[in-house]
Structure formats: C-alpha cells, structure tokens
RNA sequence: GUGGAUGUAGCUCAGCUUGGUUAGAGCGCCAGGUUGUGGCCCUGGAGGCCGCGGGUUCGAAUCCCGUCAUCCACCCCA
C-alpha cells in the first residue's frame, strides 16, 4: 500500500477547519498591523539557503531537501521561510517604494529530521517580517503582534522567553571568552557538550543534562558581555515590553540555531507540546538582506508553528460543528428528480448550502443523511407535493413541517435561514 | 544517525503471559423495527492475508528470529 512519505501527514477535513480557523485570525491580525502577504516558491537555488541560514547549521548541514535540477543546477525545497522572503525583497527592490515593508507568508517548509511530537518534515509556518526599522520599538511590536496571535488563536499557557545574542562588534568577544570558559571545563560535561564546546560554543548553553547545569550556571552569560549599542538596545526594548504590560522571562541561554540572528531573540513555549516545546520564535536579522547582496537593509521577524499551534488545546472549546448543509432536498415520486435538480440549483444560486442524496435511497436513509449532515431544514416532494407544485419543508430542530410553494423556496428559506 | 514503545475491522482497543474449534467489543457504516419522516432505543448485516517474511510445532494473532512502518525521545528547530 502505497502511503505518506515519513515525515509528512494528512491534514484531514475535521482538522484543516481547524487550520482555517488560525489562518483566518493571523490574516485580520496582520491587517490591523498593516503586514500584507507575500507568496513566495517552495523551491530557491540552494546557495541561497547556504548563505543565508550559514553553512555550519545543522539546518544546512544535514536537513535541507537539495535536489539537481535537469540543467545541473542546485535546487532546495526551503527549510524557512525568510531567506526566500529577503531574495524576494531584494529582486524587487520592494524597500524602495514601500514607505513601511511589513510582510506575512503562510506555507510548508521542508526539513529532513526525524519525525516527533510537533515535527514533520514538511510542516508549515505563518512567518512575519519588518524591514528597513532599527528602533528597539519595532522589536517589540513584532513580539506583542505574535502574542496577540496567539491569544486570539485561543492558545493558553504560553511563556514568553527573550535574550540578545548582541552583534557584530560584541559577539566575536564574547564568543572568544565563552571558548576560553569552556576550555578549562570541557572534560567534566557530558559528550555532546565537549562536542559542542568546538563546534558551537553557544549550544552549550542550551544543554538539558542535568548533571552539566552547575557548571553551565558558571559560564559567562552573553547579556553581560553586550556592547553599549546592544545593551541600550536590549534594555529599551524590555522597557517598553513593561510599559506594555507584557510578561517576559530573559533567558540568556536562549541560542537560536540560524547564524542570522542579532540582538534580540525570542521564543514563546507551551506546556502542551512535549519535548518540541516553541510554538514560535523568532529575532532581528540585520545583515542578513547585505549578505545576502541587498542593501544595508535590517530585518525582523518570527514565525509560527502551525502543526504545534494545532497541538494546543483551544482555551475555550469553540465545538462549533460546522453546518454542511442548510437545505436538504429529497425527492421521492418518481421525476421528482428533475424538480430535486432545478430547485437545487436555484438555492445553491441564491447563496444557500443545498445537497441531495445521490443514492436513491429510501426517506428514512435520507433523514438520517440530513441529519447527520446538520440540515437546518429537509425538503421533500413527493407524489402529492408534486401534483401540487408545492414542497414539505421540515424544520429539522423543531420538526415543524409545512407546505411551501415550489417557487417561493428560495424566498422561504431567505427569512429563515439569513438573519 | 542512536535509544525505547507499539503494529489485530474505517476509528479506539481487547485477546498474546499459560499456542487449540468459524478472531471479539465499543463507536462508525448499511438495512429492518414505522405503506412518506432524522435524533433515543431494539434487531440483523457488511467489513480483518491479526504489518510483512521466515522458523519452532500436529497446530501460531499468541512462542523465536528478521524486516518494515508508526509513535515518543536524543540531536536540532517552528
């Protein structure tokens, strides 16, 4: 039997409601913030990718879908979304004439991991950037638009982490005495850690065994290593975080795996999801359109989960059974089909919901269908109704029924069911 | 790539320890109980190479070996 390639999924019809659901929210939100959306392909070159998420990232290293196109060249399925959207920015000069570049993209990412609670191969992210704006301000309105995302998609539970990893003029340092720390150390932390220790310091940091905490506790801790800029930078933006009124916890240890990321960085867990705990994350990226061989450009930007925003129990449990059907036509004399066909197509033209069964069954079938189908209402012509040139209409809550003529049924239906 | 768990009906699962007549339940599906009326209830029915391959045995869903798949976890990330 022929089934889903390890790593990705089905998402059933019950489900994608669900999803629907959240893209619909996420669209209003960014509206009221004025992001617009911008489409960008599933595919780029894969240098692209390689320069910009860094080639000594796992993501690069080991995950990426890269495939030979027929002409040679190197193609790859994209692993996130914001390097795509920065080609994009750049290709089209879009900083140029758009006096505030705010921009969303909703689509699957592709990574070859192994599969685990909250991770697929192709999953799908709702990602947000800003382009073009340095104040700390921006920073902070990129983290309450992710917050408020959540809260409207019903999401409880979460915690807001933030860190700086600094820039270009602090981290190197701090990177040098973080190795220096480290050095002494090694040999008393566990085996990935003294792997880590050469190949990315940082990720020490992050390290869950319990036994390394002590000593990690010890190592220096980058917020106290930042230059002035980001230092000033980083304390306006959790100045204006209190003003707001948004709780957030400073988690120096929070190390994002893209080499992209400056200055601040942040991350909204929940409880709800297992090992694979961030529902969101995100950061400033502003060498990233430079490097990238745009202009001096800076960024910000996070992305969303949606399999793992799927994962979280809604708070409140909006079990709204969506209605399939409003009017549901039964035709029972022989011929009553044609009159089925024409009055189904004229109610479906007059912008309601119409089905009919396709089976031909009995009546007692044919309710049980609507019912089932959550028909506000059944219409049935049979002899009788047909000699007569009128319709039973049942009320399926109330199981009222009465006589209405063929040619008022879409006007029946108008009072009832709109309003 | 590594470790652990699990594979039986469309779905959720029992049976496996102590091998033994046609492999079960609930839900769902279909039909009947009402010559033209849904939900609740009752009755009946359809639907399974018991993941796959090999071995042990008179006999395997059950014991053994292998293999594949899924899930969870490590790594890392959304």
Same mark, same amino acid.
């Given at each position: 039997?022929?089934?889903?390639? %390890? ?21 209003? /939100? ?52 914001? #390097? ?11 900083? $140029? ?19 685990? %609670? ?6 799908? $992210? ?41 820039? #270009? ?13 480290? #050095?002494?150390?090694?040999?008393? !932390? ?30 220096? %801790? ?31 240890? @929070? /190390? ?11 991350? /909204?867990?929940?409880? #709800? ?73 004229? @109610? ?14 009995? !009546?007692?079938?044919?309710?049980? %269908? ?15 109704? $047909? ?33």
């Amino acid at each position: 039997m022929i089934q889903a390639i %390890k790593g990705t999924r089905d998402i059933l019809p019950e489900e994608a409601e669900t999803w629907q659901r959240h893209e619909r929210i996420a669209r209003a /939100v960014f509206a009221r913030y004025g992001y617009r959306e911008i489409r960008t392909p599933v595919f780029e070159e894969t240098q692209l990718f390689a320069r910009g998420i860094g080639s000594e990232t796992d993501i690069v290293s080991k995950e990426m879908y890269t495939f030979e196109d027929r002409d040679g060249g190197s193609l790859t399925l994209r692993p996130e979304a914001t #390097a795509g959207i920065v080609r994009a920015v750049i290709e089209h000069n879009l900083a $140029q004439s758009d006096p505030m570049l705010k921009l969303y993209a909703i689509g699957p990412m592709f990574r070859r991991e192994q599969p685990q %609670k909250g991770r697929q191969r192709q999953f799908h $992210q709702i990602n947000v950037e800003a382009f073009g704006m340095s104040r700390p301000s921006i920073d902070v309105e990129i983290v309450e638009l992710a917050l408020t995302l959540l809260a409207e998609c019903g999401v409880g539970g979460c915690e807001l982490l933030l860190n700086s990893v600094g820039d #270009a003029h602090c981290r190197p340092a701090y990177l040098e005495t973080l190795r220096g720390a480290l #050095a002494k150390e090694k040999a008393r !932390l566990c085996a990935d850690c003294q792997r880590r220790a050469d190949v990315n310091p940082l990720r020490v940091l992050d390290c869950k065994v319990p036994a390394d905490q002590p000593l990690i506790a010890t190592l220096p %801790k980058i917020t106290d290593h930042l230059c002035a800029e980001c230092r000033d930078h980083f304390a306006e933006v959790r100045r204006q975080l209190d003003l707001l009124g948004i709780a957030y916890r400073v988690e120096p240890r @929070l /190390v994002r795996g893209l080499d992209y990321y400056v200055r601040t960085t942040f991350e /909204v867990t929940s409880s #709800a999801l297992g090992a694979q705990n961030s529902v969101l994350g995100g950061g400033r990226y502003d060498g990233l359109v430079h490097e990238l061989g745009g202009p001096e450009l800076c960024g910000i930007g996070f992305a969303v989960g949606m399999e793992r925003l799927a994962l979280i129990p809604a708070a409140e449990g909006e079990s709204a059974q969506t209605r399939r059907c409003e009017v549901f036509l039964v035709p029972l004399a022989p011929g009553a089909l044609d009159r089925a066909l024409l009055a189904q197509r004229g @109610l479906r033209a007059a912008g309601r919901s119409a089905l009919l069964d396709h089976e031909g069954r009995g !009546l007692k079938s044919q309710m049980k %269908k609507a019912d089932k189908l959550g028909a506000r209402f059944v219409a049935i012509l049979g002899e009788d109704e $047909q000699a007569r040139g009128v319709w039973t209409v049942r009320n399926m809550a109330s199981s009222a029924q009465e006589e209405v003529p063929e040619a008022r049924l879409a006007e029946y239906f108008r009072e009832r069911l709109d309003g």
